[in-house]
């Protein structure tokens, strides 16, 4: 009889290989893939922006001996547990073992994605026992923040060199966040200010003395010109006006 093939637990760190080993013990392989062992090329944009923001992904060259491991490690194994880290870069990982060196090889049945959040034997051991599949919208969580890194590092990068000073990289955040910052400064700048008056009286109800501000007149409502819907007291000879005219009334407590 054949022996078993041993499972294999790949996770992100080398550091945590010799520990999870001896939780595990003789009956698994643990590995380390080292951190991303597929991204964008170094060169060039490898995003199509005419198809969908396609990434194009390929092997990192400088990864190629972690590669070949992982896949000669991925052939011999039984079940294999993805143990990257449990964040949006570690189930991107998960997902790129997957399909870039699992399905290569037609490997892909036994794939059991797991996490912890502490290596102790309690924590491990119970990830072994509760394997979940991979979380396909932190994957994509995690190809766009790469895809938003590029195309901004790509094609907003050389107006700095050209600008400011060369071999500055704009940020994906940092670049957003500063266009919203120039809009709104550009709303302040072309922002023409119309003068307006509100009127506020002094009132008395049981000798209690209170102030009170006008609300609507004749019918329509006092405001600034903010709001389009309210009658706009426009100079302070229409503001004197209406003062006149209202002396004499009744006011009546609206809201407090």
């Known amino acids: 009889m054949a022996d078993k093939k041993k499972p294999l637990v790949i996770v992100e760190s080398r550091a945590k290989v010799r520990t999870i080993s001896k939780i595990l013990g003789s009956g698994y392989t643990v590995a380390s893939c080292q951190g991303h062992l597929v991204d964008l090329p170094s060169s060039g944009l490898a995003v199509d922006v005419e198809n969908g923001f396609e990434p194009q992904y390929e092997f990192i060259k400088e990864k190629s001996e972690v590669i070949d491991e992982i896949r000669e490690l991925w052939k011999k194994a039984g079940d294999v547990y993805l143990a990257c880290d449990p964040d949006r870069e570690g189930e991107a990982i998960s997902w790129f073992l997957k399909e870039y060196i699992g399905k290569a090889l037609g490997d892909v049945n036994n794939l059991k994605r797991i ?23 932190l994957v994509e969580a995690q190809k766009a923040r790469r895809i938003l890194d590029r195309l901004v590092g790509y094609q907003i990068s050389p107006i700095l060199w050209v600008q400011t000073r060369y071999g500055l990289s704009a940020g994906r955040v940092q670049t ?16 023409v200010p119309v003068p307006y008056f509100s009127i506020s009286a002094e009132l008395s109800k049981d000798s209690e003395v209170f102030g009170a501000d006008l609300f609507k007149y004749m019918g329509e409502k006092i405001g600034s010109p903010n709001d389009k819907k309210v009658k706009v007291i426009g100079s302070k000879e229409e503001a004197d006006e209406i003062i006149n005219s209202i002396k004499k009334q009744e006011f009546k407590v609206k809201s407090v």
Not at 119 to 133: G, H, M, Q, S
Not at 176 to 190: F, G, M, P, Y
């Open 176 to 191: 957003v966040a500063l266009k919203i910052i120039c809009d709104r400064e550009k709303e302040i700048r072309k922002f």
């Open 115 to 137: 996490t912890f959040n502490e290596i102790t034997k309690k924590a491990v051991l119970e990830a072994i026992e509760n394997p979940r599949d991979i979380n396909i919208e």
